[in-house]
């Protein structure tokens, strides 16, 4: 069915467009050959792709299935021909990581510099992300790993890949300097603190994901203990280790990475609550699997972190 790519652009030009006659000068073709293209997609898939509205068309149900199932294919093309070209022309190439703030501060510094020493002219492009953008942009073709925030039993889909190799354990941490490090901490004071959060659901899966340690979890925990609703939460990414640092704030972080976070400086609070542990690592895309540079830089993060973690 998925027979020609010059098709699949066509259409997925009208589904972005809504209007055949903008999607052909978009092209750069006449109306009536973008129409006889749809009409032919629409045969060989067996139904209506599109209906008719006042303002132009939109996608039915089995078009909207087709064009999320077109734009992977291109999205997968387009990776499988970089690879090529970068191959024949011998480029170097480009690898695309997410991490967790702590991730971020912790191990990917010093697992860039191990990489680029067997690997120095491949291009590494890092971003600061939580669980769900992570999760977003590995489905959506625009990284090839993550690093940290899921859980290995988490639910992926076939063209992600998940490995769990950390055992770590979360509790809340503020800096040293917080006025609740001074001695022991009632759970009510815990409330009166402004928290920073850098987690979040991860798109698709939240339903599966009720038990996976979170800041929400620790919050709400918080809330059946003692009655009290913790009056401000930041949502927050890499500039929330700032804030840490420079205001009376409580978060909930891998507590093996604080030593290897120099500034700020943060310390566990003295108490039980929030602390979990679980297993964590990384999740990447299987099309990049075929890469001796990816499939390096995969052993050394992992290394790195088991390093910080002891």
């Known amino acids: ?63 909207t299935m087709v064009a999320a199932l077109a734009r992977d294919i291109l999205r997968e093309i387009e990776i499988a021909e970089g690879k090529i070209q970068d191959t024949v022309s011998g480029r170097t190439g480009c690898l695309r990581i997410t991490a967790g703030p702590t991730w971020m501060y912790a191990v990917l510094p010093d697992a860039v510099a191990r990489f680029h020493d067997v690997y120095p002219g491949v291009e590494l492009k890092l971003r600061t992300a939580n669980a769900s953008e992570g999760i977003r942009r590995l489905t959506e073709g625009e990284s090839d790993l993550h690093c940290g925030g899921v859980d290995v039993h988490d639910p992926f889909p076939p063209f992600l890949a998940c490995r769990g190799f950390l055992k770590v354990a979360s509790g809340i941490v503020a800096h040293r300097d917080h006025p609740l490090q001074d001695g022991s901490v009632a759970l009510p004071d815990l409330a009166n603190y402004p928290w920073i959060d850098y987690d979040g659901p991860v798109p698709g899966f939240s339903d599966r994901l009720t038990d996976r340690p979170s800041i929400a979890r620790v919050i709400d925990e918080l809330y059946r203990r003692t009655s009290k609703r913790v009056r401000t939460v930041v949502r927050a990414r890499a500039v929330g280790l700032f804030m840490l640092g420079r205001g009376p704030y409580l978060s909930w972080l891998p507590l093996q990475f604080l030593a290897s976070i120099r500034e700020p400086e943060l310390k566990p609070l003295p108490v039980e609550l929030g602390r979990y542990s679980y297993r964590t690592g990384i999740v990447w895309r299987r099309s990049a699997e075929g890469l001796a540079p990816f499939q390096r830089l995969r052993e050394i993060v992992k290394q790195v972190a088991s390093e910080r973690a002891r």
Do not use: C, N
């Open 1 to 63: 069915m998925f027979e020609k790519r010059s098709d699949l652009i066509k259409f997925l030009a009208v589904a972005e467009t809504s209007k055949i006659l903008a999607a052909a000068d978009r092209l750069g073709i006449t109306q009536p050959a973008l129409s006889r293209v749809i009409a032919k997609l629409e045969d060989q898939f067996g139904g209506r792709l599109f209906e008719r509205i006042p303002t132009g068309v939109r996608l039915t149900e089995l078009g």
